[in-house]
C-alpha cells in the first residue's frame, strides 16, 4: 500500500518546514472535523448527571486535535518550525490519551466479564438458573 507521501523517506536532509509539514496539512480540514466532532460528543454527553463528570475528557481531546490543525496550518503556512513542533506535540498528546483510554476500556471489559462470569457461575451452581 502506498500514498503519495512515500517518497518522504528519500527527502533531503535540508527539507524545508512546508514539505515536512504538507502530509500533516492536507488533512487539516478532517483534523478540525474530528476535534468540532469531539467537542460536540463532550457537550452531549455533558447533559447527563453521569456524563458531566467525564465529558471534560472528548471536549479536551477536541480542543488538542483543533489546536493542533491550527498550528500545522500556521506551519504549512509560514515554514515556522515552531508551529511544526507544537502541532506534533499536540498529536502526541491525543494519542497518548487515546491510548490510556483503550487501556482503561479493556481493564473495565476484563472486569466486566469476570464479575458476570462469576454472577453466571454462582447461578449455575445454586441451581437458580432455569
Known amino acids: 500500500m502506498s500514498d503519495s507521501y512515500s517518497s518522504l ?5 535540508t527539507a524545508s ?3 515536512l509539514s504538507q502530509p500533516l496539512a492536507s488533512g ?4 478540525k472535523f474530528v476535534g468540532v466532532m469531539f467537542i460536540i460528543q463532550g457537550a452531549i454527553t455533558a447533559l447527563s448527571i453521569v456524563g458531566i463528570i467525564i465529558a471534560w475528557l472528548p471536549i479536551w481531546i477536541g480542543v488538542l486535535v483543533m489546536q493542533s ?9 509560514s515554514g515556522d518550525a515552531a508551529a511544526l513542533k507544537e502541532a506534533l506535540a499536540r498529536l502526541r498528546t491525543y494519542f497518548i490519551i487515546q491510548g490510556v483510554l483503550f487501556l482503561v ?9 469476570a ?3 462469576a454472577m453466571f457461575g454462582a447461578m449455575l451452581h445454586n441451581g437458580s438458573w432455569h
Open 115 to 117: 464479575v458476570f462470569g
Open 17 to 19: 518546514v512546508q514539505d
Open 105 to 113: 476500556s479493556i481493564a473495565v471489559l476484563v472486569l466486566y466479564i
Open 28 to 31: 487539516k480540514g478532517w483534523m
Open 69 to 77: 490543525a491550527n498550528a500545522i496550518e500556521r506551519a504549512q503556512l
Open 9 to 13: 523517506g528519500n527527502a533531503p536532509a
